[in-house]
């Protein structure tokens, strides 16, 4: 089930004049910034799992942590998870010391690695993770939703937005002397307002947005439960 909402909205309203030949003609936009949002329910989730083995010899824990893996891995193809869902980072070796009567006790070779694993089912992701959190040689974190279809959520969240920004100039076209609208330019990132072609080194945009943050464009968040994708949008609308 999903969820659609519109966000925000500034007006930029700019009106260019020519003197040259004695008359005056007017070029009139708006510029409004739309947000579009689509929530809608996850289908996917992932995690992470570290496995860790220490040991006073190199070689018991390397094979201690190649055996932690491959039961780690069984269990997950028992759950139907696709190899290409699992992720193992290379294997980190390093010296493991405590502190013990104010010196430096070495304890062993600690080894270790990351798995990474994307739940394509996420009917099956609570027997997963349950299962594994039983298990106390593994540690998880990174639990996190998200949907496999984000490009189709994009555009319908773009879309949103072009459909706000349109409500949004029809309705301060009601308070203005214009009536009609066409839209100059779209744009997901900010863009500048257009001039009349002769005057254009004569005119410099009178306000600008402060403060926008460019890589708020795109943005996929988890809220409630559920996968939201916003869009930002930069529509001028000329005016007549």
């Known amino acids: 089930m999903k969820k659609l909402?519109?966000?925000?909205?500034?007006?930029?309203?700019?009106?260019?004049?020519?003197?040259?030949?004695?008359?005056?003609?007017?070029?009139?936009?708006?510029?409004?910034?739309?947000?579009?949002?689509?929530?809608?329910?996850?289908?996917?989730?992932?995690?992470?799992?570290?496995?860790?083995?220490?040991?006073?010899?190199?070689?018991?824990?390397?094979?201690?942590?190649?055996?932690?893996s491959n039961n780690l891995i069984n269990t997950l193809l028992k759950f139907e998870i696709r190899k290409d869902d699992i992720l193992t980072t290379a294997v980190n070796m390093s010296k493991s010391y405590t502190w013990k009567f104010n010196s430096n006790v070495f304890e062993g070779y600690r080894s270790s690695t990351t798995v990474y694993v994307t739940v394509k089912d996420i009917e099956k992701l609570d027997d997963i993770y349950t299962e594994l959190m039983e298990n106390q040689n593994l540690d998880l974190g990174g639990l996190s939703y998200s949907h496999s279809k984000l490009d189709s959520l994009k555009n319908e969240a773009y879309v949103k937005a072009l459909e706000k920004a349109g409500i949004l100039a029809d309705k301060l076209l009601e308070k203005l002397p214009e009536s009609k609208k066409e839209i100059l330019k779209i744009g997901n990132v900010e863009i500048k307002a257009s001039y009349p072609k002769d005057e254009e080194s004569n005119f410099e945009l009178k306000e600008r947005a402060a403060n926008i943050n460019m890589n708020a464009n795109n943005s996929i968040a988890i809220s409630k439960g559920t996968v939201l994708v916003t869009a930002t949008l930069f529509v001028e609308y000329q005016i007549r």
Not at 11 to 28: A, D, M, T
Request: with cysteine.
């Open 5 to 68: 909402f519109g966000a925000l909205g500034f007006l930029l309203l700019i009106s260019c004049q020519n003197h040259s030949g004695g008359g005056v003609s007017k070029f009139k936009t708006i510029m409004i910034k739309s947000e579009g949002e689509v929530e809608t329910l996850p289908d996917e989730a992932s995690f992470y799992i570290e496995l860790s083995c220490i040991d006073k010899s190199i070689k018991v824990s390397k094979n201690c942590l190649v055996d932690k």
